[in-house]
């Protein structure tokens, strides 16, 4: 499975747009990017999925350049309620959907 | 949709014990998961199903750790005996695995923080 690097935390006040960075150098080929958000006390919930170029949902963007070594995470003019830990994850259906959750960036916004 | 729901939410036992945790995954799911949550270890896969059948239970810790899947709807993970260093965030999900190259969205029940004195 490949492995993921990203920062261990951010800080970043209201109405700031965060951008968040993964490094996946070992992506495999059928691998997909996928970032799940986690608030204490609550299991992890699916932000965003990608597997190359842009992904935009209501919720937030995914940029994957194209060797798909990275990902950027993009969230719009965060809140208070976006404060949690944002994690980053690569896998696919070759290994039985099987995800490796990594440390995760934790997200602190503040006014 | 009612979500993954697991029970107990809270579960404070005594070292020895035995501990089973419950999962209710979301209908018509046909993969299930159960991963454990500790500050040391960050979040950790321990098993999971695809159509009630366990497919790779390589981050059991030990073989104190069992999991079943008797149909789709249900699942238990037991921990016998239990011991302190099992106290952890025990979470549950589910996904609805179609087949193609994508890997689809697990959706995780709210956990079952467990405490083992």
């Known amino acids: 499975l490949a492995k993921t690097t990203q920062p261990i935390s951010m800080d970043s006040y209201e109405g700031q747009e965060v951008n968040i960075t993964c490094s996946h150098n070992?992506?495999?080929?059928?691998?997909?990017i996928t970032w799940y958000q986690q608030f204490p006390s609550q299991g992890p919930r699916f932000i965003i999925q990608g597997y190359k170029t842009k992904v935009t949902n209501e919720v937030a963007s995914l940029f994957i350049p194209a060797d798909r070594k990275s990902s950027t995470l993009s969230l719009p003019r965060v809140s208070l309620s976006d404060t949690a830990v944002y994690y980053c994850?690569?896998?696919?259906?070759?290994?039985?959907?099987?995800?490796?959750f990594g440390t995760g960036t934790q997200l602190k916004v503040e006014l | 949709d009612a979500g993954v729901i697991q029970s107990p939410r809270h579960e404070v036992t005594e070292m020895g014990q035995e501990v089973t945790l419950r999962c209710k995954p979301i209908s018509g799911h046909n993969s299930l998961f159960w991963y454990r949550q500790t500050m040391m270890r960050g979040l950790e896969l321990l098993i999971y199903?695809?159509?009630?059948?366990?497919?790779?239970d390589s981050g059991m810790p030990e073989d104190r750790f069992s999991a079943k899947m008797p149909n789709a709807s249900f699942s238990t993970l037991k921990i016998q005996p239990s011991e302190p260093r099992d106290s952890a965030v025990y979470f549950c999900a589910s996904s609805s695995l179609s087949g193609t190259t994508s890997t689809d969205t697990q959706y995780f029940g709210p956990g079952t923080r467990l405490t083992v004195l």
């Open positions: 070992n992506i495999a080929t059928n691998d997909y």
């Open positions: 994850l690569v896998g696919g259906t070759g290994g039985g959907n099987k995800l490796t």
């Open positions: 199903f695809n159509n009630n059948v366990p497919i790779d």
